[in-house]
């Protein structure tokens, strides 16, 4: 026992602040078995892109997490089990995975054979020693004869210095089918006020530096409470490789070799450290992570890239994309936020048959958001605003495939408010599709007078709040959508208390806000 001691001490350093209650979790309680000579899971456990017949299972393999796993270069051999049961009496499904240094000892487990529509639990052995049990739940039939309705969390944005992840342990409470997280899983680098805990290290540029990052970002038992509760649908954002950047370049790092190797890192430990398939794992700078999930009949989600592809910032004179400003290269034709590639492959998937409800999950509110204060109008280069003939192209599309653009709705993050939005083509004209964003998990939020100017410039953003922490639960079913904002009391305490901040209502065939209860 004697050689687990530092681990196990230096764990309990990481997860300093919470409250013992926590731990009480289903999710989050460990069996005698797992306090042995090598604390493997520390991690946690994970599922992800459910299918109706499978789901991708993932844990690392990490005794010693921040210092760089403690497994060295030997493979492991990993045996993983799926249950019809919580105490695993009726196994569906069981095999075998080999966890290798080069994937820092990551497992990702494409299980196939499983049941649609229906809860299953899961867990991993290595060494002797057995993981903590998950609980996953397959996708609905793609036939299925009565869609089901459908209920989900979405989030994004959650800086570990700036607040405890208390919306996660709340989250992992509710009876959620899925969650969609929308971007910056992890920061790069440290800013904010009011720190309650520290980044280890500086800004992440090397393989070893992002695995650390982001394994100190999984030690939170609330985050892994949240991820072995449900299934999760992933992407990213600008933070888990720099802040702002677009396609080969960064404000950072201007020249594009340096800036591709940094890139390729940092690709390869979020593919290490998230529920994805092998079909997503990096190519060097290169992954391909957008795609279409389908939830049955009721429910398609286009989950989307809004990084990799994109066109370098218009506008702007210096490497910073925060300054407000516009010209006239910001309504160029050939400016894509999304890439030729993937903007031809979404369009060409709107126009196909669709489920009853379309979301397109993206990392940044998608309306156009004129922020400058006074008659003039200033946009942020780094948001849709900077991509607006990109925008409109994907506001005609829906436009033009009535079956979607009267039932879509966009779910976004990345600018750490809760926002509202009616999708519109035109000013004054009718809206298309509805956008709702989802706030931040812990991010710092802009200022009560910015919220404040934003909606007295734009009216088709009908509700914002940048005070409050926390995340989104939407709900689907033949009638219409409901979405509740849920908020964090105290994004500085790990046991702060979380409740429902405004409830909106989206009625099939008629896009659009409506505000039920604040």
Wanted: with cysteine.
């Amino acid at each position: 026992m004697s050689a687990a001691r530092p681990v196990l001490q230096r764990r309990r350093l990481l997860l300093g602040g919470m409250a013992a209650a926590s731990l009480g979790h289903p999710f989050l309680q460990l069996n005698a078995q797992q306090q042995s000579a090598r604390e493997l899971f520390t991690l946690g456990v994970a599922s992800g892109s459910p299918r109706p017949d499978g789901v991708v299972l993932w844990t690392r393999l990490a005794p010693d997490p921040t210092q760089g796993g403690g497994m060295g270069d030997a493979s492991v051999d990993v045996r993983w089990e799926v249950a019809h049961d919580e105490n695993f009496a009726r196994v569906a499904a069981e095999g075998r995975a080999t966890a290798v240094a080069a994937l820092a000892h990551s497992v990702h487990a494409e299980v196939r054979g499983l049941a649609p529509s229906r809860p299953y639990w899961y867990r991993f052995t290595a060494e002797g020693v057995r993981s903590p049990v998950g609980r996953t739940r397959t996708a609905p039939a793609d036939n299925d004869a009565a869609p089901q309705p459908s209920r989900f969390a979405f989030a994004s944005c959650q800086q570990y210095e700036q607040g405890y992840y208390a919306a996660y342990r709340d989250m992992a409470a509710q009876p959620f089918d899925f969650v969609v997280h929308l971007g910056d899983y992890i920061y790069e680098s440290s800013w904010g006020s009011r720190h309650v805990r520290h980044h280890q290290g500086g800004i992440p540029t090397q393989l070893g530096e992002f695995r650390d990052r982001y394994a100190l970002y999984k030690t939170d038992p609330h985050l892994q409470a949240a991820h072995a509760a449900f299934p999760w649908l992933v992407t990213w954002d600008d933070h888990e490789v720099a802040n702002d950047y677009t396609d080969d370049v960064s404000p950072r790092t201007i020249d594009p070799a340096q800036f591709l190797a940094i890139r390729a890192a940092a690709y390869q430990a979020w593919y290490e450290h998230m529920p994805v398939p092998a079909s997503m794992r990096p190519t060097g700078a290169a992954a391909t992570i957008y795609g279409r999930h389908r939830f049955g009949r009721m429910l398609d989600v286009f989950l989307l890239d809004g990084r990799q592809y994109r066109s370098h910032h218009a506008c702007l004179a210096g490497r910073s994309a925060s300054p407000l400003a516009d010209c006239a290269d910001r309504l160029s034709p050939e400016r894509s936020f999304l890439g030729k590639k993937q903007e031809a492959w979404l369009a060409n998937e709107l126009a196909a048959p669709p489920a009853r409800w379309t979301v397109i999950a993206q990392p940044t509110l998608l309306a156009e958001a004129d922020r400058k204060r006074g008659p003039e109008h200033g946009y942020w280069m780094d948001g849709w605003d900077g991509y607006a003939a990109s925008r409109a192209r994907l506001l005609d599309s829906l436009a033009a495939n009535k079956a979607r653009g009267g039932d879509a709705l966009v779910i976004s993050g990345d600018v750490h408010a809760f926002w509202a939005a009616d999708l519109r083509r035109e000013p004054q004209g009718p809206a298309v599709a509805t956008e709702f964003v989802g706030g931040a998990i812990t991010s710092e939020g802009p200022s009560a007078a910015n919220v404040a100017n934003l909606l007295a410039k734009n009216d088709h953003l009908r509700y914002g709040r940048g005070d409050k922490r926390g995340y989104a639960h939407m709900a689907l079913d033949a009638r219409g959508c409901t979405v509740e904002f849920r908020a964090v009391e105290d994004e500085k305490s790990a046991d702060s208390a979380v409740a429902p901040m405004a409830r909106f209502a989206v009625e099939r065939g008629a896009p659009g806000v409506h505000l039920e209860a604040t």
